[in-house]
């Protein structure tokens, strides 16, 4: 029995079949897209992207590789982020001549994407694209173009399917809205 989420969950935003099909749908899209790229780097952003990375690569069809960055923003509280970022953990693997795809959970202000866009670009990739799960297009103050988008949502801050709250939930098979006064109060 699951531990009860009647005190967090306001309601099922995206249940977990229907983020399966869209999954699959953007894998398809991604597979045609690269065709025959022999260089194909997906770039997971950690630690939101993990879950949609693991189930996107199961859909993509063409050869590549993963790898993994971690950045954090400072001064972030659990609405806002402030534009400095900071690379935590950087990649292993040489991007140079490479097709970048950034696998990211959720694009809020963009300030996070913007970075990792710059400071990868700056490295000589052969391209850079970006893909996330979840767009918040109301909230953005950056500029930022998005190549594949999963689901575009109302400005609710949600969780699950990769998504935190408070660190944890990550494991959640679905994306829920979390019940207003329950962030930060985990
Ligand atoms: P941005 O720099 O404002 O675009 O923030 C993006 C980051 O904020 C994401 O990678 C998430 O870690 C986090 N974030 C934004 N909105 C949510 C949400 O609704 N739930 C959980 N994390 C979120
Ligand atoms: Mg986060």
Redesign the pocket.
Known sequence: MRHSLDHLLQEVLIDEATLRARVEELGEQISNDYAGANNLLLIC?LK?GVMFLTDLMRSITVPHEIDFLSVS?YGKGARM?TGSVRIDMDLKAEVIGKHVLIV??????????KFVMEVMSARQPASVRLCTLLD?PSRRTIDIKIDYTGFAIEDK???GYG??LDEKYRNLPFIGVVKPGAVGNV
């Open positions: 952003i939101g923003s982020t990211e959970d959720i694009i809020d202000s963009g300030h996070t994407l918040k801050f949600v969780f998504l935190d």
